[in-house]
């Protein structure tokens, strides 16, 4: 091994002791859950995201025979009254508000089209919009966790008859959120594995940061003195 990567060496290894204890969010998962629909008529349910006993979302379904079916959502108050309500992230198509459809990689964050009003996530009437009808896709969500807001959140979902009780539900297969305020959050169906940070005690990492910057130093000592002599 050359002078110059063991140098290389050296460097990644401070830098990696440097970084040791810095604070960061982590992205958190989003349970599944299933929200049925009444056979027939209206159903509305409340939606707590992240289980902390909070409701965030208004989730409404409505089955009919007669063909005016649709699943919607709403956001509700947050639990400070001068913050934006929870919303969702949303397009207009020209006459109502609809769900905006996100895949697997896409980032949710505050440049997206947010609102907690009225918001289609499946209508069999006018507008047709059937992006979630029997298959998987991705919605983007802000919401607030009280002390910090907002917070990001991508949750997969699909509508189908899920309980077999021929209705709509809205069927949520999971999700993550960033449990830090105001940071954005990839949609994927489950947070990345967490790898514990090796925990150093102060001095230990003193001690270790002196010995591979002092040992840097002398392999570049060494290096040059050798070109000098030759």
Same mark, same amino acid.
């Given at each position: 091994?050359? /002078? ?6 050296? /460097?990644? %290894? ?6 040791? *204890?810095?604070?960061?969010? %982590? ?10 629909? +009444? $056979?027939? *008529? ?6 707590? #995201? ?8 208004? &989730?409404?379904?409505? @089955?009919?025979?007669?063909?005016? /079916? ?5 956001? @509700? ?6 913050? $934006?309500? @929870?919303?969702? !992230? ?5 006459? /109502?508000?609809?769900? +905006? ?22 209508? +069999? ?8 009808? +029997? ?55 489950? %947070? ?8 150093? $005690? &102060?001095?230990? #990492? ?6 591979? #910057? !002092? *040992?840097?130093?002398? #392999?570049?000592? *060494? ?8």
């Amino acid at each position: 091994m050359s /002078s110059k990567q063991r140098l290389i060496r050296y /460097s990644t %290894a401070v830098g990696s002791l440097a970084v040791v *204890g810095t604070a960061a969010g %982590a992205v958190q998962d989003i349970p599944e859950q299933i929200i049925e629909g +009444e $056979p027939e *008529g209206l159903a509305s349910e409340q939606l707590d #995201l992240n289980g902390d006993g909070i409701d965030n979302f208004t &989730v409404h379904i409505s @089955n009919s025979s007669a063909g005016y /079916s649709y699943l919607a959502i709403t956001g @509700n108050p947050t639990s400070d009254p001068y913050l $934006p309500d @929870n919303a969702i !992230a949303r397009f207009y198509d020209g006459s /109502s508000f609809l769900a +905006e459809q996100f895949d697997e990689g896409d980032l949710i964050d505050g440049s997206l089209d947010f609102s907690s009003g009225f918001t289609f996530i499946w209508n +069999e009437f006018f507008p047709v919009y059937e992006e979630f009808f +029997e298959q998987r896709g991705y919605i983007g969500l802000r919401f607030d966790i009280p002390g910090e807001s907002p917070h990001y959140a991508c949750v997969e979902i699909t509508v189908d008859d899920v309980t077999g009780n021929d209705a709509r539900d809205l069927h949520i297969l999971g999700g993550v959120f960033e449990d830090e305020s105001e940071v954005p959050v990839e949609c994927r169906g489950e %947070a990345p594995p967490t790898v514990e940070p090796l925990a150093v $005690p &102060v001095n230990g #990492l003193v001690f270790w940061l002196t010995a591979l #910057l !002092a *040992g840097g130093v002398m #392999l570049y000592t *060494g290096r040059r003195r050798r070109k000098q002599e030759s």
